[in-house]
């Protein structure tokens, strides 16, 4: 028996060593005759494997446990849920339940712990069963006076939505623009909707008279239905139908605020709510639109062809567009035919209008200015691809259309220049001649650069090669068709931080096909683009076998090593080993896994963990998050096979890590991955060792993983520990050593605090706490010093915390969009002050009020402050406003342009923080204002006469260039004598600070002003 065994396992050996000959014989054989086309063939489709470059950007990751018990609440309680199919709750084909509304249930649940239980109906019956109390929850429901007596509204909506009338798509009839086509029609409306109101108020403000049919047990598809076979002339509801086959919007006639609305007897959920959205939104301030965008965006239902426009295009039947040739993947010829993304974009819009066909005929020339030119001959109707502001297509006579496609752009260097290109004032590009895009770019984003033009492209690279251009340019989805250019004339590539956005071009006689075409482009939705151009993102030129072992003669040995390993391997495994490989395989292929990495999808993990912790809420698992410092640019720079090496090696060596012990791990987005293991002290050793390896795999190239860390603590489920390690994690970035971090006990009680401030500000604001406090500014120039004005600094004393210094919510506030609501209350407050003050003392003081960056954009923001100085009665002189140094660091343009206004109208214009910006003296020579504020970051080293600090100098050279340019001076944080002699020796007109005085209540600042 045991001579059988023997041989038995001799023929499987002699086997095993047949075939692996024979695979070594055939490896060969396809990496030399087949393997230079295979990956030419195939390199947009590897690049598609790694996603890391194309979606990180895009990717949404606030991920919970929809069924999971929310923090704070420690049993679950059952919502009855009404549930209406349409967009905003419908079920899909495959029979789950999808929706806006629906997604944001599931959040809600992931904080309240809630479970729901559905009941079904159309939404009219829904609406008057929570008016009944018969179910605890309806979303999408707009606020009225009248709904508010009888049901609960949370303090922040779902989001906001339009009302349009839809009619059939072939009722040519009120396709006409005039309401009064719709005299004497019938329109469905669901009724005591909101939408109802508006229709009445709309036929109203029209002298039309209209009859109204009141749905009432009809889902939203039923009576679309109705508009189809000529029951009824239109139908007015949301903007979710834009798409809806055979019904097309005709008129905007109304939007609101719509809500999840709450039975009037479980006021314990709203409060549960309330503390959900409010969460929700200080976690991402941007859920709603995100939603919105995902689910409603997609309709497009604000896109309405005209009947003039149906009528040109059907006597216009063939559009022609020049495009420029050779420019893949956006356009090219492909056996003397249109391809690219351009051909499916034209295949699209040619049917974007319902129930007509247009004809679109692509012609190619050689460059986007030839075809430019023979648009303005008249021998083309449109052209692809043109880049241009709006200047520009105003001088060229033309209208450029929304833009329908977009490439990051990047510029090519030298090897080792170390001429940072990007920021030098005497930059010298090279353009490839006719490309009139890139030199629009140009103009637009480096003005200052010299621009020079060459061709073909080869001669371009060989310019930037031989100094005679410092760069040239290139667009992202171009780099590889390229690459072989770049690599011969060994050039390096630098991320420019723009995109170009490529549009059509018509001639601005041709309005009525410019108004179809960028309509058309509004349409298309960004994700089909991004399709489009993945489609036809390969790289024309072949690649020979040489170059690609002259370029990856590492990958080529690797390759080589690995074979050797593999039949060394095949050799010294045994039977039993290979039966329980083949058993591990059968196990591994039943399960969800990433294809890149092998490691387990984001879905999959968090169902295995949510099930491990189930089964054993007590087994200490710790959870870790690791994130590839700017991944897509790795992969812009050295390619997605580059990329996809990295994730693999770093998807192996956490494999490896978890391998012996109970931890499972995924890959969760594009360059994440999510560890849940066995509780560990050594956070360090783990970050070493996964930096040790891509550091091995990597070589030359820098390549930095961020870590964050959230222990095993009782009672938190995966989703709360990964929450929180995604947390510490993300507090990583920007810091310049700091690459681990562990969510502490401190950041938890930082979170819980300002998630209560941000709640509880609406509160404050109601009930008055908080306090306008005035700090004196005295004019030093006169003797004695005077008190001149004040600075009005809030103060919030907190009906459970008590007083809480301004640092803790100020800046707060301002990241989350809610400095605004009490900046409104500091300017209302001084501006009655000021009016207070001059009744009783017939004295009028100046007081400064913040105005944040985020205010200055606001369009309204100079009828809001001239509003509050008119309700008081005192003069705009009266009321000085503070803009921060820093806060003119982006649109500068547009804030120059709202001060100059203000300025007009009488404003006093003080610039806060002045020397602590990056272009102080630059805006001084173009900027209108009246006071300069020297931060007291420099007041601090004046000690006395003698002071010879650079900030000292520099206080003197501030006061110098003051007084050149008439602007009075305010030194702040002045609190010595040594200070305010050295001060006003010098010139400074008014000093604030605690030498003179601390901010102070009103009361207390009238003792000393008066």
Known sequence: MGTSISKSHNRIVHGWVKRALALLFTAAIFSVLIFPSYVTANAGANAGSNTGYSTSARSNTSARNSTGTGEGYNSKKVVRVGWYEAAYCYTDKFGRKTGIAYEYQQKIASYTGWEYEYVEGTWPELLAMLMKGEIDLLSDVSYTDERAKSILYPSLPMGTESYYI??????????????????????????????????????????????????????????????????????????????????????????????????????????????????????????????????????????????????????????????????????????????????????????????????????????????????????????????????????????????????????????????????????????????????????????????????????????????????????????????????????????????????????????????????????????????????????????SFYDYLQDNWSVAVAVAAVIVSLILFLLLTSVKSDQKATERQKLISATELDPLTGLYTRNFFFAYANRMYKENPDYRMDAIVTNIEQFHVINALYGWDFGDTILKALGEEISAYIGGTDGIACRSQADRFDIYVVHTDDYEGLYERLQGKLDEVSQNVSIRLRMGVMPWQKDLGPVQLFDRARAACSMIRGAQFKRLMVFSEEMREREILEQRLLGDLRYALDNNEFTVFYQPKFKVQVDPPKLWSAEALVRWNHHELGLIPPGDFITLFEKSGQIEQLDKYVWNEAARQIAEWKEKYGVIIPVSVNLSRVEIFDPDIENIIDGIVEEHGIGRENLHLEITESAYTEGEEKILEVIESFRRKGYHIEMDDFGTGYSSLNLLSHMSIDVLKLDRSFIKDIVGEDSESKNVRMVELILDIAKSLRLVVVAEGVETKEQVEFLKKRGCDLIQGYYFSKPLPAEEFEKKAF
């Not at 029209?206 to 009809?218: H, R, T, V």
């Not at 062809?305 to 022609?320: G, L």
């Not at 993304?341 to 974007?352: G, I, M, P, R």
Request: charged share 25%.
């Open 166 to 543: 839809y009619i059939s798509s072939d009722n040519l009839e009120l396709m006409d623009e005039h309401v009064l086509a719709f005299n004497g029609k019938t329109f469905a409306v669901n009724r005591g909707s909101i939408q109802e109101k508006f229709l009445k108020d709309w036929a109203k403000d029209n002298n039309i008279s209209i009859k109204i049919k009141e749905i009432i047990d009809l889902s939203a598809d039923e009576t679309i239905d109705l508009l189809r076979k000529g029951e009824v002339d239109a139908y007015v509801s949301l903007d979710t139908y834009g798409k809806g086959d055979g019904c097309t919007p005709v008129y905007k006639i109304g939007a609101s605020d719509y809500f999840f609305a709450v039975c009037n007897s479980r006021p314990d959920l709203l409060s549960e709510l309330d503390h959900a959205l409010i969460s929700i939104q200080n976690e991402d301030p941007f859920y709603n639109q995100r939603l919105y965008q995902k689910y409603i965006w997609s309709c497009n239902t604000g896109i309405m062809f005209t009947k003039e426009e149906r009528e040109w295009a059907s006597a216009h039947n063939t559009i022609k567009v020049g495009y420029r040739d050779n420019y893949p993947p956006f356009c090219y010829q492909e056996n003397g035919e249109l391809s690219g993304a351009l051909k499916d974009y034209l295949e699209y819009a040619s049917t974007s209008i319902e129930g007509m066909r247009i004809n679109y005929e692509a012609i190619a020339y050689p460059t986007t200015e030839d075809a430019i030119v023979a648009l303005n001959n008249g021998e083309i109707d449109a052209v692809f691809p043109v880049s241009m502001s709006a200047y520009d297509s105003e001088v060229s006579d033309m209208y450029v259309t929304t833009p329908v496609m977009s490439a990051e752009i990047y510029a090519l260097v030298r090897t080792g220049e170390e001429k940072d290109v990007l920021t030098a004032d005497d930059t010298k590009v090279v353009l490839l001649t006719g490309n009139v895009n890139f030199d629009n770019f140009v103009k637009d984003y480096f003005p200052d650069w010299e621009i020079m033009w060459d061709s073909p492209l080869e001669k371009v690279y060989e310019d930037v090669a031989d100094g005679k251009a410092d760069c040239a340019m290139v667009n992202g989805y171009r780099i590889t068709t390229n690459d072989r250019l770049r690599r011969k004339y060994e050039l390096s590539l630098i991320d420019t931080g723009e995109e170009m956005e490529f549009s059509f071009a018509v001639k601005r006689e041709n309005g009525m096909l410019f108004s179809i075409m960028d309509k058309t482009a509004g349409l298309v939705q960004e994700a089909a683009v991004d399709t489009m151009l993945s489609r036809y993102n390969n790289p024309i030129t072949k690649v």
